[in-house]
């Protein structure tokens, strides 16, 4: 029998030669779990486009969260309309379809995820913790940031070590999307569990004039 760590370590090479042969020789390996995560998120998480999408065409069926992380957007609003209430489902591994949606970057399926009225405070069921505004402050979605937080996101959620999305931000030297957060009664003096604050955070990750250019 196909042992999943054979799959993992094919995924995670990126060999969709490899994956596809372990696949076709037995399809029930696509069943297995890796902590939780299924083969396809595990080459979503990985940035191994190709191979998910490999995986996906021989995934006899994919969830409405996998289908959102990956940006089927025609497939996941026809799954939408025959079952409602997926909208707030979560990946196996604790993951809403929502925050999915926005940290793989597809924007215009997050944005129309939200206008369908999905959970802008859902964050993630796992130790991450993290909520659809942490997602979208990683990746520097100001169009989304600003969907979100019109439609009631906090902007004080706290993921892991208890970062908000400001720190977010701060990583990324995002003076702008700061600033949106900032308007919306973001707290610049709030600190992680570690102490830190976003001008601190965005100092440790070489943005030193952030704060400056933040309160100029």
Not at 99 to 118: T, V
Request: glycine residues 8%; hydrophobic residues 45%.
């Amino acid at each position: 029998m196909l042992r999943m760590s054979e799959l993992t370590d094919a995924i995670k090479a990126g060999d969709v030669a490899r994956v596809t042969s372990l696949i076709d020789a037995d399809a029930n390996v696509l069943t297995e779990r890796e902590n939780g995560t299924t083969p396809v998120m595990i080459a979503v998480y990985h940035g191994k486009t190709d191979v998910a999408r490999a995986i996906a065409e021989r995934s006899p069926s994919l969830s409405f969260p996998e289908l959102c992380a990956l940006g089927e957007s025609d497939r996941a609003k026809a799954m939408l309309a025959a079952d409602p209430s997926l909208l707030n489902a979560r990946s196996t591994d604790g993951f809403p379809a929502l925050g999915l949606a926005i940290f793989f970057r597809h924007g215009e399926l997050a944005r129309w995820l939200i206008e369908q009225g999905a959970d802008v405070n859902a964050a993630a069921d796992n130790a991450l913790r993290v909520a659809p505004l942490h997602a979208a402050a990683a990746t520097c979605d100001h169009e989304t940031t600003r969907m979100l937080l019109a439609h009631g996101a906090d902007p004080h959620a706290k993921q892991q070590m208890d970062y908000t999305p400001l720190h977010g931000a701060a990583s990324r030297g995002d003076v702008a999307l700061a600033k949106i957060l900032l308007t919306h009664g973001a707290d610049l003096g709030a600190k992680g569990s570690d102490g830190l604050t976003a001008a601190d955070i965005a100092a440790k990750y070489g943005h030193p004039t952030w704060l400056l250019a933040l309160t100029a």
